[in-house]
C-alpha cells in the first residue's frame, strides 16, 4: 500500500490545494505512472528544502508518503525543488487542481 | 476555511517538538509547521539583510532595462531570452504583457517617486514567462519576476485562471515585492509580512490606475481583475475597497480577506495569513486615497512610498504603519493637514487608532513569540 498526501499553499492568492490518494485505489495505468515518478524522484532520500528568505509569492508544497518500507514527510517549495522531484510536484498539483474541480 | 489553532499557538517549542515524536500524522504537521515558523524568525534575526544590500551594483544604470526570458513550460530561470529593452514586440502575448507592465510599473516609481527601479540604481528588469505547465501563479524569486500560464493543461470547462501577465496590478505587485525587500524589507511573517503583500497591492493598484489616468473614485481597487475565466464567480483576487468580497466561488471558495482587526484571522497557514490579512493595510489606504481624493498616486502613494523607503523596519506591525504613515502626511503635507487627517481616518477605519496601543486581537502567536524574543 503506498498513500499520497500532497498539499500546496500560498501563491500571490495566498490559496491551499491538496490531494489525498492512495495508489492501489488507481486504475493500473494511473497507479504505475504515479510509482514511477516516485520512484525518479526517490522522495525517501530527500530533505526539506524551504524557499529562499526573499522569495515572495511562491508555492509551498508538502508531500508525504506512506508506504510498506516507512513514512516520510517533505517540505519543499517553487524556487528551492530539487530538479529531480518537479515531474512528481508537478503530477500532483495537476491531479489536486482537477480533484479541487470535482468536488 | 482557515484552522484556529489555539492550541498550538500557545503551546512552547519543546512540546511542539514532542508532538513532532507523537503525535497524529495531522497534528505533526501543524507542530512542524509551527516550529519551522520560528526557527525561521529566528534565523532571520541572526543573519540580517546584509546579504541583500552587499548587492548594491557599483555602476548606476539609469533609464529602463527590461529582459524577458521563456521557461518554455520548464523551471529553469531565466529561461531564453526573447525580447531586451528597445526591441519590437513579439507575437508572444505575455512576452509583451511582461515587457509592458514593468515598463509602466519603472514608469510609475520613476516618474512620480524619482525611484530608479527596483534597488534604485537601475536593477535589472528581468521576468520569465511560461513557467512550468499549469502554474496558476506569480511569484518574486529575490531578483526577478516569474509567471504562469495559470490552468492552461486543464480542459477550458476546468481552466479557472488566465496567464498572470494579463493583470497589470499583478506585474506591479511582484515588482513591488522588489523594492520593499532593498527598502523595509518587511519579515514574510505574520503582521510584518501582511503588510509587504499590502505594499505589493497598494503600488500594484496604483501602477494600473496610473496607466490608465483613474482618479480615486473611478478606480475598481481589484487586484489581479484579468486572471481569473468565466468559470470563477469572481472580479479578482483581492479587493482593497471591500476585502472579503472579491469571489464566492463553489471551487475556489470565499474570500478570505478581512476589513476591519475585528476580524483579523490568526493562522499558521500562509506565512500566518500574509495574503489575508492584508485586507487591513489594503483597506486603511483605500480610504486615504478616497478621503484625499484624486489621483491616488500622488498624494496617498507618497505617503505609503516614503513610509515603505524611511520609516518602516523588518518587524513593523500595522500599528508601526499606522503611526508612521501620520508622521509622514504630517512631514509632507503639515501637522493637521487634510491629509494627516484622512491618514487617521483611514486606520480608524480598519480599527487602528493612531498614537493607540497595538490593537489586542492581533494573535495568541505574536504574543508567544515576544515572549520568546523572536517578535
Redesign the interface.
Known amino acids: 500500500m503506498t498513500r499520497i498526501i500532497f498539499e500546496q499553499t500560498g501563491g500571490v492568492m495566498g490559496r491551499r490545494v491538496s490531494l489525498s490518494l492512495n495508489l492501489d485505489d488507481l486504475p493500473q495505468a494511473d497507479s504505475k505512472s504515479l510509482k514511477k515518478l516516485l520512484d525518479e524522484a526517490d522522495v525517501f532520500s530527500l530533505a526539506d528544502s524551504p524557499a529562499s528568505d526573499s522569495a515572495r509569492d511562491v508555492i509551498h508544497y508538502l508531500i508525504r508518503i506512506e508506504a510498506d518500507d516507512g513514512i516520510h514527510t517533505l517540505r519543499t517549495s517553487d524556487t528551492s525543488m530539487p530538479d529531480r522531484l518537479r515531474p512528481l510536484v508537478q503530477e500532483l498539483s495537476r491531479l489536486a487542481r482537477l480533484q479541487q474541480r470535482k468536488t | 476555511m482557515h484552522a484556529h489553532h489555539s492550541v498550538l499557538c500557545i503551546t512552547p517549542p519543546h512540546m511542539l517538538e514532542q508532538i513532532v515524536r507523537n503525535g497524529s500524522?495531522e497534528q505533526?504537521?501543524f507542530a512542524?509547521q509551527t516550529l519551522?515558523a520560528s526557527t525561521?524568525l529566528r534565523r532571520?534575526r541572526i543573519?540580517v539583510i546584509a546579504t541583500?544590500r552587499t548587492a548594491v551594483p557599483t555602476e548606476i544604470i539609469t533609464g529602463k532595462q527590461r529582459t524577458i526570458y521563456d521557461a518554455q513550460y520548464g523551471?529553469q530561470l531565466p529561461g531564453v531570452k526573447i525580447r531586451g529593452e528597445g526591441d519590437p514586440a513579439t507575437s508572444d502575448s505575455a512576452v509583451n504583457e511582461a515587457y509592458d507592465g514593468s515598463g509602466f510599473t519603472y514608469d510609475l516609481f520613476f516618474n512620480i517617486y524619482g525611484r530608479n527601479s527596483i534597488d534604485n540604481h537601475g536593477l535589472k528588469l528581468n521576468s520569465t514567462v511560461h513557467y512550468?505547465?499549469?502554474y496558476?501563479?506569480?511569484?518574486?524569486?529575490?531578483?526577478q519576476m516569474?509567471y504562469g500560464d495559470g490552468?492552461e493543461?486543464?480542459s477550458p470547462e476546468?481552466q479557472?485562471f488566465n496567464r498572470?501577465t494579463k493583470s497589470l496590478d499583478?506585474i506591479g505587485?511582484?515588482l513591488t515585492?522588489g523594492v520593499t525587500?532593498y527598502e523595509a524589507n518587511l519579515d514574510?511573517f505574520r503582521q510584518p509580512g501582511a503588510l509587504?503583500e499590502s505594499m505589493?497591492d497598494v503600488f500594484g493598484s496604483l501602477v494600473r490606475q496610473y496607466q490608465r489616468q483613474q482618479t480615486a473614485d473611478q478606480a475598481d481597487w481589484i487586484i489581479?481583475a484579468d486572471l481569473f475565466t468565466a468559470n470563477v464567480n469572481g472580479v479578482g483576487?483581492r479587493s482593497m475597497k471591500a476585502p472579503g468580497t472579491a469571489y464566492d466561488d463553489p471551487?475556489?471558495g470565499k474570500d478570505p480577506q478581512p476589513a476591519h482587526m475585528k476580524d483579523y484571522v490568526n493562522t499558521i497557514?500562509?506565512?500566518g495569513?500574509?495574503?489575508?490579512n492584508s485586507g487591513i493595510p489594503n483597506h486603511a489606504f483605500y480610504v486615504v486615497a478616497r478621503e484625499i481624493g484624486g489621483y491616488a498616486w500622488e498624494k496617498a502613494g507618497l505617503i505609503w512610498y516614503k513610509t515603505l523607503t524611511d520609516k518602516l523596519t523588518t518587524t513593523s506591525a500595522f500599528i508601526d504603519a499606522a503611526n508612521l504613515t501620520y508622521q509622514t502626511a504630517g512631514e509632507i503635507f503639515g501637522t493637521g493637514s487634510l491629509e494627516q487627517q484622512a491618514v487617521q481616518t483611514g486606520w480608524a477605519e480598519v480599527g487602528i487608532t493612531i498614537g493607540g496601543p497595538p490593537p489586542s486581537n492581533e494573535g495568541c502567536f505574536t504574543s508567544v513569540m515576544r515572549a520568546l524574543g523572536l517578535s
Do not use: C
Open positions: 500524522p505533526r504537521d512542524q519551522t525561521e532571520k543573519t541583500l523551471s512550468q505547465k499549469g496558476d501563479n506569480a511569484f518574486w524569486d529575490g531578483q516569474v490552468d493543461d486543464l476546468q479557472l498572470f499583478v505587485h511582484e515585492h525587500q514574510y509587504n505589493s489581479g483576487i471551487v475556489l497557514e500562509d506565512n495569513g500574509v495574503h489575508i
